[in-house]
């Protein structure tokens, strides 16, 4: 039996969970025992025995700007993850006070261009500018522009923050306001699908078809969509047997290739 990490036990628990809600919404899906593949076991990531022989299941996420050397909008949010979570780690050592801090960064590719700067020289400046605009009053907000951090390391950087004060034993929250266009085109589909096909030939020595499940997971701006019909209408370039997009939003299953139930 081969050994499975903890990492590898979450990412396949993971997908096992929007395996399960599209079986759940998809009057289409492959009826039989599900049974998931697991470290050198894979590819696909599932198998279901059925009634059409053995269909294997890949899950895959969207993540907007994607391509096969990863996606630099997720990037970008993992960045702006970790600035932040440095800055409310540098602000409650020297402060214990509960807060809602919400970040307005500037457009795409600001933060990662910026990149060499420190992640800990941000996260001291962003720590200073929360410490000088606190308000003792419980449940009030202070909104705050680019002036307050001018000459910093933040200038360019950070369009506004807003600081809401808890009361004592409140639970803090940093996050980034998040904003985007959500269409999702037909280009970053197909490429999308076509670099999935790179280990078709090992999926089909274990099943008879094979389906890809896209899942726009809504945990980011960059990991929301909305299909255009445009999309939805459109006759995409693949082996697979079936491709279905499921969006977390709506809990809604569209067919992309194969025919819809």
Same mark, same amino acid.
């Given at each position: 039996m081969n050994k499975v990490s903890p990492k590898d036990r979450a990412k396949k628990d993971r997908e !096992?969970? %929007? /395996?399960?809600?599209v079986k759940a919404v998809y009057d289409d899906f492959p009826s039989g025992k599900v049974e998931a593949l697991l470290g050198k076991d894979e590819p696909p990531d599932f198998l279901v025995s059925s009634d059409r022989g053995i269909v294997g299941i890949d899950i895959v996420d969207y993540i907007r700007g994607q391509g096969r050397a990863g996606s630099q909008v997720r990037h970008e949010d993992a960045l702006r993850s970790k600035v932040i979570d440095a800055a409310r780690k540098t602000f409650e050592a020297n402060n214990n006070i509960p807060l809602l801090v919400h970040f307005h960064w500037y457009g795409p590719l600001r933060l990662v261009q910026a990149k060499k700067l420190?992640?800990?020289h941000l996260a001291a400046d962003i720590a200073c500018v929360v410490e000088t605009g606190l308000i003792h009053k419980a449940y009030s907000t202070q909104r705050l522009d680019e002036d307050c951090w001018c000459g910093t390391s933040l200038d360019g950087l950070l369009a506004a923050l807003s600081i809401t004060r808890l009361k004592d034993k409140g639970h803090s929250l940093w996050s980034t306001v998040e904003a985007g266009f959500p269409d999702v085109s037909i280009n970053e589909l197909q490429t999308l699908i076509s670099t999935h096909e $790179?280990? %078709? $030939? /090992?999926? !089909?020595?274990?099943?008879? /078809?094979?389906? !890809?499940i896209i899942v726009a997971d809504a945990t980011h701006i960059s990991s929301m969509? =909305?299909?255009?019909? $445009?999309? #939805? =209408?459109? #006759? %995409? #370039?693949? #082996? %697979?047997g079936r491709v279905l997009f499921f969006n977390q939003l709506d &809990? &809604?299953?569209a067919t992309l290739v194969g025919s819809p139930p």
């Open positions: !096992l969970y %929007f /395996l399960n809600k420190s992640i800990y $790179d280990t %078709f $030939d /090992l999926y !089909l020595k274990k099943c008879t /078809l094979v389906w !890809l969509a =909305e299909l255009p019909n $445009d999309v #939805r =209408e459109h #006759r %995409f #370039r693949t #082996r %697979f &809990q &809604q299953v």
